[in-house]
Antibody
Framework: EVYLVESGGSVGRPGGSLRLSCATS????????MSWVRQRPGKGLEWVSV????????SYADSVRGRFTISRDNAKKSLFLQMNSLRADDTAVYYC????????????WGQGRLVTVSS | SYVLSQPPSLSVAPGKTATITCGGD??????VHWYQQRPSQAPVLVIY???LRPSGVPERFSASNSGNMAALTISGAEVGDEADYYC???????????FGGGTKLTVL
């Protein structure tokens, strides 16, 4: 069975940094692109970033480009999101997600990690 | 940037058919996926590749995609179908994923 489990910094200051991790199991991690999706309190889903299987290709939403960095460690079957220059509107639940295959939709989701940015 | 537009809310009586729309420029040329999200839970994929159901999703869920509109149809809606529903597609122009704003479905 596929598991995605987010962990990492949950409270940060404006202008500060936090790092999220997503530990995975139950599938061959290096075969799949991986993504981050977030949801601000009371709002809809927002796509944040994707990284391809070997880390060579990364894409970011305009709202986080230049501040967030997605990365992965295939040996540890883990996905990461380094969040710098945090802003109050980065407050959200962050989900790690995996598609069923290329452009098959996000079949697997983590339970989500609440990140709060506040002074 | 590519935008997907959904109605914020929709109400349907139990047993009736609910149709949730998702508008986007030539969305019919893209592969559209639909998610169901209940309060305080992670989203669940209910439709992928425009009209395919993952295993375990009831046949009451179907979808279509053509022109500038995609739609999710729930036939014989049940109280248990109350949730937020999101459409999603990939914008190859910007290499971004895109979600619609979500539709809150009420069954009463």
């Amino acid at each position: 069975e596929v598991y995605l489990v987010e962990s990492g910094g949950s409270v940060g200051r404006p202008g500060g940094s936090l790092r999220l991790s997503c530990a995975t199991s139950g599938f061959k991690f290096e075969d799949f692109d991986m993504s981050w999706v977030r949801q601000r309190p009371g709002k809809g889903l927002e796509w944040v970033s994707v990284i391809n299987w070997n880390g060579a290709i990364r894409s970011y939403a305009d709202s986080v480009r230049g501040r967030f960095t997605i990365s992965r460690d295939n040996a540890k079957k883990s996905l990461f999101l380094q969040m710098n220059s945090l802003r109050a509107d980065d407050t959200a639940v962050y989900y790690c997600a995996r598609e069923g295959g290329y452009n098959y939709g996000y079949v697997y989701w983590g339970q989500g990690r609440l990140v709060t940015v506040s002074s | 940037s590519y935008v997907l537009s959904q109605p914020p809310s929709l109400s349907v009586a139990p047993g009736k058919t609910a149709t949730i729309t998702c508008g986007g420029d030539i969305i019919g040329t893209k592969s559209v996926h639909w998610y169901q999200q209940r309060p305080s839970q992670a989203p669940v994929l209910v439709i992928y590749h425009d009209n395919l159901r993952p295993s375990g999703v009831p046949e009451r869920f179907s979808a279509s995609n053509s022109g500038n509109m995609a739609a999710l149809t729930i036939s014989g809606a049940e109280v248990g179908d109350e949730a937020d529903y999101y459409c999603q597609a990939w914008d190859s122009g910007s290499d971004h994923g895109v979600f619609g704003g979500g539709t809150k479905l009420t069954v009463l």
